[in-house]
């Protein structure tokens, strides 16, 4: 791990980009003298590491005492897509502009992007970990399917927040039912892009016998910042 720049922020936290390989990432850390918790933070489908909201969630939790990361996976941000990606992207925008189902294209996009998306997250993570400031237990909130896979097959991952808010490939669906760790999911009601009923039979098929299910009123971006603060508290009772 590489750390290109960092600063200081007005609330104390120290904000660092680094690269890891090919991955870019970025990390925030609370001013404390011990090891603190980590929570890594993805973004949906394809958006950049820098994405307003997530940024704002990342200073957030840091400034509450977490150590939180997130990087630009493969497909991400800045980073190249492939070629049947980028025919996948092309194919859903003109079908969803005539009207026509999508599901099989979110399949072949959003699919193989979970498939090299988890590698990297699990790569970042040894890093992380292997740094002194930073100890366990380690969170993950963000993009619904491949959280559901790095809980499945990330020991390390003690608690998890999903957004509702992407499309999850039929392979994650399935494996929800293996997700066992405390689990909050947060739910736009009116999320143009979300199927309400796909959402709660995902909720309804995770294993855990510890989840909870948050939904407010609003369209995708609409998330309540209070959701951020109860976030928080999630992870409170898991990781500290």
Known sequence: MHFTSERRLDDGVLEREFTLGEIPGTLWTPES????????????????????????????????????????????????????????????????????????????LVGPLVE???????????????????????????????????????????AAGFFAGGYVPRAQREEARQVTIPLLFLLQWDDEGNPRRR?????????????TLHANLGGHTGTPWFEVEDGNRFFGRHLK
């Open 33 to 108: 003298t011990a090891p603190v918790p980590l929570i890594l933070m993805a973004h949906n489908n394809g958006l950049p590491k820098g994405a307003a909201r997530l940024v704002a969630r990342a200073r957030h939790s840091a400034a509450c005492g977490y150590a939180v990361a997130t990087i630009d996976a493969s497909g991400c941000g800045d980073r190249p897509l492939s070629a049947a990606d980028e025919q996948a992207r092309a194919d859903l925008r003109r079908a969803m502009q005539a009207g026509e189902p999508v599901d099989e294209i979110f399949e072949s």
């Open 116 to 158: 090299k998306a988890v590698p990297e997250w699990r790569t970042t993570l040894d890093a992380l970990l292997a740094l002194p400031e930073i100890g366990g237990p380690v969170g993950y909130s963000g993009w619904t399917a491949v959280g559901i896979r790095l809980a499945v097959v990330e020991p390390r991952i003690a």
């Open 199 to 211: 959402a709660l039979d995902l909720f309804e098929a995770f294993g855990t016998t510890e989840k």
